[in-house]
């Protein structure tokens, strides 16, 4: 029952992101974009953080990863190929998952985020100090990526509305593959990971390779959402693997409400939207300078009364975080 | 009669510091036999059991289980050779209903377990272990609680329901009586009594009267030593058990 008025609310909300281009100008187009790209980016990050247990501080560089590989992959005056960029871009954040995952996994609570967040600067490094990554400056992507089917081009991505329906589509997919995965055996030990995992060890279940799996595909997973980012601005440069960004999506999370898949999504339309909102000098004139300062505030008064984030507003008390039926 | 034991312990020993929590232990531990271990607080007594199961690695001796030798083996290791265990201090899912808990327990013994898109719900053998091992704790009428809403007792009857989801074939019981009432206590040593039949098991009680109502073999621990162990009537008229410990009126 439950179930199916959030089955109508999230169909309903799709179909206001569907219908949006009709309506919005190209500034709003481009901002929802990028706040979708965000929110896969936060669905990701809440596999780890509220339904694995796992508080990364170092999701920004699978973001980063997959944004230079697309860089990297694509030619410099012909278009790169989404079929094969995306995947590639996904690998690789799935690489660098099950090779730091193997390792970070090793430790648990202020020392996982330490480490996480050590890899992250690590990865940081590589890209802002080494050939490969261009330096400070970062790389452009002169040309975007092509999507073609059978020789037809599916989608036109260099067309802001075309691009926004991409993005649309892989933030539902993402949802729709997130909410089945946590509803799966695998999802349902993740749960029981989060409660209780000594227990789950004593159950007989080998709890580091459920965890290191769910590393590695939260980490393919927020390459999706740096892919586009790249995709969409053009270029790429180390800023976005600095945990100034892995602190953004956190906050992402924790606003919307951790371990509720349909929190990301609103914590990241949210907060993008907040900062747009406070840093506007129309509205706020010289206090929109302080805006950091307004959103701190805000972000202290939903911690204390919010303590499931926006998404427990409307919600009624959750019976269990993994129902039985 | 006294078949080969299942599991078996060599100089079994495990330090904290200076302290030998248990110190060159020997227990066999039987098919068909529930194998009763008593002795004061501190004796040692669930720090064997946490090294039976893997909670704890041994510092020395060796642990056979099967002629096998899995000391220091991680306790999901330890677990899928069927050896299930229940904790004395509660150690449950309290977020998730009490069939939830018992489906995961279950969940653990299935090959399909890391297929990630398919909805749990969907394996009924699984939701059906959880079921009867609920019926035999006697908790089936409170499946759809959430664990933490329990009283104490019936959190007590949820660990054993855990551990029995699992379908071990050995069992490690760390004070299954402690908390419980009187009327789930007696069904809980029915059930205990039952079990023994067709698994081994060890059962650590304070409850005397438990202890000799279902016990085959009875092991007495004091200070992380066995002071004595052999058939219970035997062992309570051991002149030793009786100044070290059942004459001190527990
Ligand atoms: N993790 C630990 N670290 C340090 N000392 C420990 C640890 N676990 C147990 N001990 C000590 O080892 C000794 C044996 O403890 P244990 O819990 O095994 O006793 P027990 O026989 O189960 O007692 P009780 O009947 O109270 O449950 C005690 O002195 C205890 O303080
Ligand atoms: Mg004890």
Redesign the pocket.
């Given at each position: 029952m439950n179930r199916r008025r959030s089955d109508i609310a999230l169909a309903a909300a799709l179909l206001a992101l569907a219908l949006f281009p009709l309506a919005g100008s190209t500034f709003y187009l481009q901002l929802v974009t990028k706040i979708m790209a965000m929110a896969i980016f936060a669905m990701s990050l809440d596999l780890l953080v509220g339904y694995t247990g796992l508080v990364s501080l170092g999701h920004a560089a699978f973001f980063g990863i997959a944004g230079y590989t697309l860089a990297l992959l694509s030619p410099q005056y012909e278009a790169a190929n989404l079929w094969t960029t995306l995947p590639a871009a996904m690998a690789a954040c799935a690489m660098f998952a099950l090779v730091t995952g193997a390792l970070v996994l090793r430790t648990s609570g202020i020392y996982f985020i330490m480490v996480t967040l050590a890899f992250a600067q690590m990865a940081y490094f590589v890209f802002h100090d080494t050939a490969l990554g261009g330096g400070s400056d970062g790389i452009y992507i002169y040309v975007k990526p092509e999507m073609k089917l059978a020789g037809r081009t599916l989608l036109d991505l260099g067309d802001l509305g075309q691009f926004y329906d991409l993005v649309l589509i892989l933030m539902t997919a993402v949802y729709l593959f997130l909410r089945r995965l946590l509803g799966s055996p695998f999802g349902r030990a993740l749960a029981g990971i989060r409660a209780n995992e000594q227990r789950m060890r004593s159950l007989g279940f080998p709890t580091f390779r459920y965890k290191l799996a769910a590393y590695v595909i939260a980490g393919a997973l927020a390459g999706i959402s740096g892919y586009l980012a790249a995709l969409q601005f053009g270029f790429v440069n180390p800023e976005i693997l600095s945990w100034h960004n892995s602190g953004i999506v956190l906050m992402m999370v924790i606003l919307g409400g951790m371990g509720t898949l349909h929190g990301a999504i609103i914590g990241a339309f949210a907060l993008v939207l907040l900062q747009e909102v406070l840093a506007n000098q129309a509205w706020f004139g010289e206090a929109a300078k302080h805006w950091q300062l307004a959103m701190g505030v805000l972000i202290v008064l939903v911690a204390l009364f919010l303590p499931r984030g926006l998404a427990g507003l409307g919600a009624r008390p959750r019976k269990a975080s993994a129902d039985g039926r | 009669m006294a078949a080969e034991p299942i599991l078996r312990t060599e100089a079994l020993t495990r330090r904290?510091g200076g302290?030998t929590?248990v110190n060159d232990v020997r227990i066999d531990l039987r098919m068909g036999e529930i194998h009763a271990v008593i002795?004061?607080?501190?004796?040692?007594?669930?720090?064997?059991t946490n090294l039976l199961s893997g909670d704890l690695p041994p510092t020395s001796g060796r642990i056979l289980f099967r002629d096998r030798d899995i000391a220091g083996r991680t306790p999901h290791r330890i677990s899928r050779l069927g050896v299930g265990r229940s904790y004395?201090k509660t150690n449950i899912f309290k977020p998730f209903t009490v069939l939830e808990n018992c489906r995961l327990a279950a969940q653990s013994r299935a090959p399909h377990a890391l297929r990630i898109l398919s909805r749990a719900e969907r394996f009924r053998d699984l939701a059906r272990n959880a079921e009867a091992a609920l019926e035999l704790a006697g908790l089936a009428q409170r499946a759809d609680e959430i664990a933490a809403n329990l009283s104490h007792g019936e959190q007590r009857q949820l660990e054993i329901a855990m551990c029995l989801a699992t379908a071990p074939t050995l069992l490690l019981l760390d004070?299954p009586l402690a908390g419980m009432g009187a009327t789930e206590s007696a069904r809980m040593v029915e059930l205990i009594r039952a079990l023994g039949r067709d698994h081994a098991v060890m059962l650590?009680e304070?409850d005397m009267d438990a202890v000799f109502a279902v016990a085959q073999r009875l092991t007495v621990?004091v200070n992380?030593e066995v002071l004595e162990s052999g058939m219970p009537e035997a062992v309570r008229a051991s002149p030793a058990v009786q100044s070290a410990y059942l004459g001190h009126g527990e």
């Open positions: - | 904290f302290l929590a002795g004061p607080n501190g004796a040692g007594k669930s720090t064997l004395q004070e650590i304070h621990m992380g």
